[in-house]
């Protein structure tokens, strides 16, 4: 408990209020936020602080209204989102701490979006329209983009809750052990 009296699960329930969003007004978040979630992603950590990662921040609805077409299912929250950051990662060798690196910083996009009343989604770039996204955002040679962090108003739907919960406690956190009785599955 803190000075407050708030329980340890308490003081953590704002993270756990993180999630996706999908829908959004068309109200767009201003470029001080938007900028604010930038640099929240730049100061997350990265293996041996190399920060492989660019970002690129995305307003034009022309170019996200394309990325959404050619992306889908997958981009489909792009259909509203006002706005997007795109994570971009060089290509070749490190991809898998690249990856790990990339998943930390569009976590904090999203936790950095919900402090500021927005909210954030991840859409998942298909490697086959690589090359379109690289066109539309001038992205040089030997860099791609994984990763689409949309930004937004969620409209009054997408804020309800959405019912999606996650497995049992017991089915996920053991203590001191991995317990005899499961097989993981
Ligand atoms: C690595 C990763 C890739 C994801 N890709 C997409 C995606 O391409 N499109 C999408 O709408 N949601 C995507 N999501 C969001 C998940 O579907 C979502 O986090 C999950 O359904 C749980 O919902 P919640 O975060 O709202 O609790 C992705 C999430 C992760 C972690």
Redesign the pocket.
């Known amino acids: 408990m803190d000075g407050s009296g708030a329980t340890p699960r308490e003081r953590v329930r704002p993270l756990l209020r993180?999630?996706?969003?999908?829908e959004f007004t068309d109200l767009p978040p201003t470029d001080e936020e938007l900028g604010a979630i930038a640099d929240a992603a730049r100061w997350s950590g990265s293996s041996t602080n190399s920060q492989p990662w660019r970002f690129i921040t995305i307003r034009d609805r022309q170019v996200l209204i394309r990325l959404h077409e050619a992306?889908l299912?997958?981009?489909?929250?792009l259909r509203t989102a006002p706005s997007a950051i795109a994570i971009v990662l060089p290509e070749g060798e490190h991809a898998v701490s690249h990856a790990y690196d990339e998943?930390r910083a569009?976590?904090r996009m999203?936790i950095a979006a919900q402090l500021l009343d927005l909210g954030a989604?991840?859409?998942?770039?298909k490697p086959e329209i690589r090359p379109l996204v690289a066109e539309l955002l001038a992205i040089p040679a030997g860099w791609f983009v994984r990763?689409l962090v949309v930004v937004g108003h969620p409209t009054e739907a997408a804020l309800a809750p959405?019912g999606?919960g996650?497995l049992p406690r017991e089915e996920v956190v053991f203590e001191g052990h991995w317990p005899e009785d499961r097989s993981g599955g």
Not at 18 to 22: A, K
Not at 73 to 77: C, G, H, K, L
Request: hydrophobic content about 40%; charged content about 25%.
């Open positions: 993180v999630r996706q969003f999908r992306g299912p997958m981009t489909r929250s998943g569009a976590e999203l989604g991840i859409a998942w770039i990763t959405k999606q996650r």
